[in-house]
């Protein structure tokens, strides 16, 4: 039997406050490939940008027939889609203690894309050891030095 292919994700986002000014960062990687993408928002949120930097990764993947793995050091964006989101779409978009989802266009958005896909969510500690995860984070923080300068 042939192994699946995989693509690995590692995102990260973050505001200079909350909200504020944010910005996001992604690293694909594929068998020797690697490519980098980032962006910023002037009026955000921290949890927006995560969630923002996955889903700007998943629109870059054209293949459907291949497995992800993300990586993702907001418990938030992991816990939201691997677990809550069952019964957030259950409930009407509604959190277990009937208050409307945050950020409920973002979610919708992600669980729309992830769904074309097999995908492993991962956490990993942020600023740790995790080689990828310190570069998507210089990467997410070179777009903050833009959004200084402007």
Not at 2 to 23: A, M, V, Y
Not at 63 to 71: F, M, Q, R
Not at 107 to 112: G, T, Y
Request: net charge positive; aromatic share 12%; charged share 25%.
């Amino acid at each position: 039997m042939k192994k699946q292919e995989r693509i690995i994700i590692f995102t990260d986002g973050s505001c200079l406050w909350n909200p504020g000014p944010g910005w996001w960062g992604a690293i694909l990687m594929y068998k020797w490939k690697h490519k980098e993408i980032s962006g910023w928002k002037e009026n955000t949120t921290n949890n927006q940008m995560e969630l923002t930097a996955i889903i700007k990764a998943l629109w870059i993947i054209k293949n459907n027939n291949i497995e992800l793995e993300v990586y993702t050091d907001s418990s938030y964006v992991k816990n939201g889609i691997s677990q809550w989101i069952k019964n957030w779409k259950k409930n009407n978009w509604k959190t277990a203690n009937k208050n409307s989802v945050k950020n409920k266009e973002l979610w919708q958005e992600l669980d729309n894309l992830s769904s074309n896909f097999q995908i492993w969510w991962h956490w990993v500690k942020a600023h740790s050891t995790n080689k990828y995860n310190n570069l998507v984070d210089k990467l997410a923080r070179h777009e903050a030095e833009k959004i200084q300068k402007n």
